[in-house]
């Protein structure tokens, strides 16, 4: 059986947020086969709040942690998605 994990990341304030994520992100990189983010942006103001989709790759063990250790910084919601074939 197979099975693909696809995580959603609502960062609420990515000025904050952002860099302890990126490290995270960084280190993990090797879990990562997919990274989509985006956030609103007009001529007048670029928005605080940003989201993340990841396709994740690898051990259903290592993505437990890595979903843990991102649960452990404020400010950032985790979701995810598994489909099992």
């Known amino acids: 059986m197979k099975e693909t994990r696809i995580l959603g990341l609502l960062i609420r304030d990515r000025i904050k947020e952002a860099g302890r994520l990126q490290l995270l992100l ?7 086969k997919t990274r989509l983010g985006f956030h609103e942006l007009n001529l007048n103001t670029c928005s605080r709040a940003g989201v993340i989709i990841l396709q994740l790759t690898g051990s259903p063990n290592d993505w437990i942690t890595f979903e843990e250790e991102i649960a452990q910084i404020e400010g950032v919601d985790i979701q995810h998605m598994s489909f099992v074939y």
Not at 26 to 32: D, G, P, Y
């Open 26 to 32: 960084t280190r993990n990189a090797n879990l990562i």
